[in-house]
């Protein structure tokens, strides 16, 4: 499984970005495609989780400000965030997991991760 991330940069507080992730190799019959980011000095979280039966999970801080949603034909996983804030600022990172998660997934059943693409907040 590969999986290749763009459209990261730097935008001011209020602002949108739209990042992008083409998976490759997967199987896309039965999984879960999701977003984490990490910023400086904290653990890696959980920003938004999406299933192939296109069920969805975000993260609390993110909820009403990002939009995850997926294209199973061009194997595609997208993550519009908007409303940024300066503690949005991280490098997200796109991961896959053969489960189907029906809640919070668990970052340990991710094995598949992309390189990751920065993503700063101005304030």
């Known amino acids: 499984v590969q999986l290749v991330e763009s459209g990261g940069g730097l935008v001011q507080a209020g602002g949108s970005l739209r990042l992008s992730c083409a998976a490759s190799g997967l199987p896309f019959s039965h999984n879960t495609l999701a977003w984490f980011r990490q910023a400086p000095g904290k653990e890696r979280e959980l920003v938004a989780s999406?299933?192939?039966?296109?069920?969805?999970h975000y993260a609390d801080s993110v909820k009403g400000r990002f939009t995850i949603f997926s294209d199973n034909a061009k194997k595609m996983v997208t993550l519009q965030m908007s409303s940024l804030r300066p503690e949005d600022t991280a490098v997200y990172y796109c991961?896959?997991?053969?489960?189907?998660?029906?809640?919070?997934?668990?970052?340990?059943?991710?094995?598949?991760w992309g390189q990751g693409t920065q993503v700063t907040v101005s304030s």
């Open positions: 999406i299933t192939t039966s296109l069920y969805t």
């Open positions: 991961a896959a997991s053969l489960k189907v998660f029906y809640g919070a997934p668990f970052i340990g059943d991710f094995r598949s």
